[in-house]
């Protein structure tokens, strides 16, 4: 590792420490995701650094949120777990055909957290390293407007940005028809520059035969020209849910 970055987290650790908090239990991949969150600043990063534990505290139970809380978003079969892609990444896939904009606000967060630990936790080899990342698809083939929600999609983004930070490797957006266009402007306006870098939008078959490439045939589903079978989160068994981020 660079000088400069054993300077910044050194830096980090004290700016932790004077708001009370610890780094203490924490690896430096997972304490670099902050820095480069924050581009290196790091009063910035500890500040989201401290703020993430005191979230992650009040969200998220020890073990993580296990299906019965989130049993009414399971129950749409909407998300798929897959992977891992040729770069290494699980997959989470999102059929929007399939969701509908949540009558609870707080049981769906519960539900992206519940996705986004779950994701993450299918790419951790024997021990957590903290730097894991994962690729998420959103395949919003065959939506109508009972299927918008830009808020459900600025609350995904926005917690990706705010308590995962640098977890994204990359996003596909998949099928978007027209109308979707003005929701996605919308949506846009509340993303992170960095993070709308990484979303490529899927439009025409250059573009089909990349995302086909990037993915790779082990993970992709048959249904997007792969050969793997569709896999509903919740069939998923894994022997940890809850990542330390």
């Given at each position: 590792m660079e000088e400069s970055q054993e300077l910044a987290l050194t830096q980090l650790r004290e700016s932790v420490e004077k708001l009370s908090s610890s780094t203490e239990g924490y690896e430096k991949p997972t304490l670099m995701r902050f820095l480069v969150a924050r581009s290196m600043n790091p009063d910035k990063a500890a500040k989201m650094f401290v703020d993430w534990q005191k979230w992650r505290t009040s969200m998220v139970p020890p073990n993580g949120i296990p299906d019965s809380e989130v049993?009414?978003?399971?129950?749409?079969?909407?998300i798929c777990l897959q992977g891992p892609t040729k770069s290494g990444h699980p997959l989470v896939l999102v059929l929007c055909s399939k969701h509908f904009p949540a009558k609870n606000a707080v049981n769906f967060k519960k539900f992206v957290v519940y996705v986004l630990d779950k994701t993450i936790a299918s790419g951790i080899k024997d021990?957590?390293?903290?730097?894991?990342?994962?690729?998420?698809?959103?395949?919003?083939?065959?939506?109508?407007?009972?299927?918008?929600?830009?808020?459900?999609?600025?609350?995904?983004?926005?917690?990706?940005?705010?308590?995962?930070?640098?977890?994204?490797?990359?996003?596909?957006?998949?099928?978007?028809?027209?109308?979707?266009?003005?929701?996605?402007?919308?949506?846009?306006?509340?993303?992170?520059?960095?993070?709308?870098?990484?979303?490529?939008?899927?439009?025409?078959?250059?573009?089909?035969?990349?995302?086909?490439?990037?993915?790779?045939?082990?993970?992709?589903?048959?249904?997007?020209?792969?050969?793997a079978k569709l896999t509903l989160i919740q069939?998923?068994?894994?022997?940890?849910?809850a990542p330390d981020m």
């Open positions: 049993r009414d978003e399971l129950e749409f079969g909407k021990k957590e390293v903290g730097d894991e990342k994962l690729v998420a698809v959103f395949d919003l083939a065959n939506i109508t407007y009972k299927n918008l929600d830009a808020r459900g999609l600025i609350t995904s983004f926005q917690f990706l940005q705010s308590y995962y930070p640098e977890r994204l490797a990359k996003c596909y957006m998949l099928h978007m028809p027209g109308f979707f266009v003005s929701v996605w402007r919308f949506v846009c306006r509340f993303l992170e520059k960095s993070t709308q870098e990484k979303i490529v939008i899927v439009t025409d078959g250059e573009e089909e035969i990349k995302f086909k490439e990037e993915i790779g045939v082990d993970a992709l589903p048959e249904e997007y020209g792969g050969g069939d998923v068994l894994l022997p940890q849910t």
